[in-house]
């Protein structure tokens, strides 16, 4: 929507618009910032899954005093843990889990079930992130996504929320594919706003971009092009699917 022309979002009489809910992904800070700087302090944010174990909740007047937080936690408690299951110190990334939440179990998953819970008995959903002093959640990625190239983690969230905010494109995937050398790569899907785009000036475009605002550790070795991106209607992205291509499944990668 911020994309649209300036012409076109000014004609629209939004005065009466009183609540917009989002979530299924993280929301880029600068694309928040400006949706609400349209529309108003009517964007409420929850953080949550359909496992249900835990859910943590920020409206606008709260997001602009802790940008990119995606609130407190209103069901369950926030546990922040590392690889053995153990807290980590307020302010570092780690597993997110929540203890005293709803009980759940995955359908004829016993091992998945399992593998969900830590040593405390506290649940996750599989994301990263950490809490700061005052109990608000900021997301990192999801660790299933986690691109280890040359020995070093790499989120793939930072440079997806960068990505989209070029003017060319409509959405944006970054994968780890196979790399002889470094083990994985750091590869950015991107579907074009306009498909005739798609091409060498466009990934040089986008290339140039990604250095000039993002560390080059965490910049795309390769750019490829998609017409349009795996995506549910929640808006949730199917990078699976995404990566999968990569590594010897079916593609419909340029």
């Given at each position: 929507?911020l994309k649209?022309p300036?012409?076109?979002r000014?004609?629209y009489?939004?005065?009466?618009l009183?609540?917009?809910?989002?979530a299924?992904?993280?929301?880029p800070?600068?694309?928040?910032q400006?949706?609400?700087e349209w529309?108003g302090p009517v964007l409420?944010?929850y953080?949550a899954?359909?496992?249900g174990?835990?859910f943590c909740y920020?409206?606008?007047?709260?997001?602009l005093k802790k940008?990119?937080?995606?609130?407190?936690?209103?069901?369950?408690?926030l546990k922040?843990?590392d690889?053995?299951g153990?807290?980590?110190?307020?302010g570092?990334?780690?597993?997110?889990y929540?203890?005293?939440g709803?009980?759940?179990e995955?359908?004829?998953?016993?091992?998945?079930?399992?593998?969900?819970?830590?040593?405390?008995?506290w649940?996750t959903l599989?994301?990263?992130?950490?809490v700061?002093e005052d109990?608000?959640l900021?997301?990192?990625?999801?660790?299933?996504?986690?691109?280890i190239s040359?020995?070093?983690n790499?989120?793939p969230?930072?440079l997806e929320?960068l990505l989209?905010?070029?003017?060319k494109?409509?959405d944006?995937?970054?994968?780890g594919?196979?790399d002889?050398?470094m083990?994985e790569?750091v590869?950015?899907?991107i579907q074009?706003m306009?498909w005739?785009?798609?091409?060498?000036?466009l990934?040089?475009?986008l290339m140039q971009f990604a250095?000039?605002n993002?560390?080059?550790?965490?910049?795309?070795?390769?750019?490829?092009f998609m017409?349009?991106?795996p995506?549910?209607?929640?808006g949730k992205?199917?990078?699976r699917?995404?990566?999968d291509?990569y590594?010897?499944?079916k593609?419909?990668?340029?």
């Amino acid at each position: 929507m911020l994309k649209l022309p300036e012409d076109v979002r000014a004609k629209y009489d939004h005065s009466t618009l009183n609540c917009a809910i989002h979530a299924a992904a993280p929301c880029p800070v600068q694309t928040k910032q400006a949706m609400i700087e349209w529309w108003g302090p009517v964007l409420k944010e929850y953080y949550a899954g359909s496992e249900g174990n835990g859910f943590c909740y920020i409206s606008s007047e709260e997001w602009l005093k802790k940008p990119g937080s995606v609130g407190t936690a209103k069901i369950g408690v926030l546990k922040i843990c590392d690889e053995n299951g153990d807290e980590v110190a307020s302010g570092s990334d780690g597993t997110i889990y929540f203890a005293d939440g709803t009980p759940f179990e995955y359908h004829n998953d016993p091992e998945k079930t399992a593998q969900s819970k830590n040593k405390h008995g506290w649940t996750t959903l599989g994301d990263v992130g950490h809490v700061d002093e005052d109990g608000y959640l900021f997301l990192t990625d999801r660790k299933a996504f986690m691109i280890i190239s040359g020995g070093v983690n790499i989120y793939p969230q930072e440079l997806e929320n960068l990505l989209v905010t070029h003017p060319k494109v409509a959405d944006a995937a970054v994968v780890g594919a196979p790399d002889e050398e470094m083990g994985e790569k750091v590869v950015a899907v991107i579907q074009p706003m306009n498909w005739a785009d798609a091409g060498e000036d466009l990934r040089a475009e986008l290339m140039q971009f990604a250095r000039e605002n993002i560390s080059h550790v965490k910049t795309p070795r390769q750019i490829d092009f998609m017409e349009e991106l795996p995506r549910h209607q929640t808006g949730k992205l199917y990078k699976r699917l995404v990566r999968d291509s990569y590594w010897g499944k079916k593609s419909t990668i340029v």
